[in-house]
């Protein structure tokens, strides 16, 4: 005798796979969903904070680098976005040195990185701050004439 084996699915079993598979699409179309509403989040965040530096630095540097990023990478990017302008900004130009939390944030050190090497390749350096030290904003012209007094422009006359 020769048995036959039946490796078909019952009906019932075709329909739960088809559930099973139709389940699992949806939840990875609401994964994709959610991690493009967190890059998109990510990305205006990046370049409209409203001080013009960061917008160029960090705007810039996230529309190459968050596409490409993972879960864990886009968090601690968030993360970096929530930190203040101005402490931002000096962290990110040598200025002041970043906390510990920042220095070990995955995310702040690749745009850290990429700041140091923009900074270095398009600003001269003489223009350049020593490194902890604040920048100056606007002209010093104080430092240009050794005969004038704190506060005093160069060329203007003391009353």
Same mark, same amino acid.
């Given at each position: 005798k020769h048995y036959t084996v039946n490796l078909s699915c019952s =009906?019932?079993? +075709? !329909?739960?796979? #088809?559930?099973?598979?139709? =389940?699992?699409? +949806? !939840?990875?179309? #609401?994964?994709?969903?959610?991690?493009?509403?967190?890059v998109n989040k990510l990305l205006y965040r990046s370049k409209q904070r409203g001080f013009l530096e960061?917008?160029?630095?960090?705007?810039?540097?996230?529309?190459?680098?968050?596409p490409q990023m993972d879960t864990r990478m886009l968090q601690q990017f968030s993360v970096v976005l929530e930190q203040e302008n101005p402490e931002l900004f000096k962290w990110l130009t040598g200025q002041q040195q970043a906390p510990q939390e920042m220095q070990r944030n995955a995310a702040f050190q690749?745009?850290?990185?990429?700041?140091?090497?923009?900074?270095?390749a398009n600003s001269p350096q003489e223009a350049q701050a020593a490194g902890g030290k604040e920048w100056l904003r606007g002209w010093d012209d104080y430092n240009k004439s050794s005969s004038n007094s704190p506060g005093q422009a160069a060329g203007t006359a003391t009353a």
């Open positions: =009906s019932w079993q +075709a !329909a739960r796979l #088809a559930t099973t598979d139709t =389940s699992a699409a +949806a !939840a990875a179309a #609401a994964e994709q969903a959610e991690r493009n509403k967190l960061l917008d160029l630095l960090v705007g810039l540097w996230a529309e190459q680098h968050i690749a745009l850290s990185k990429h700041v140091a090497e923009q900074l270095a």
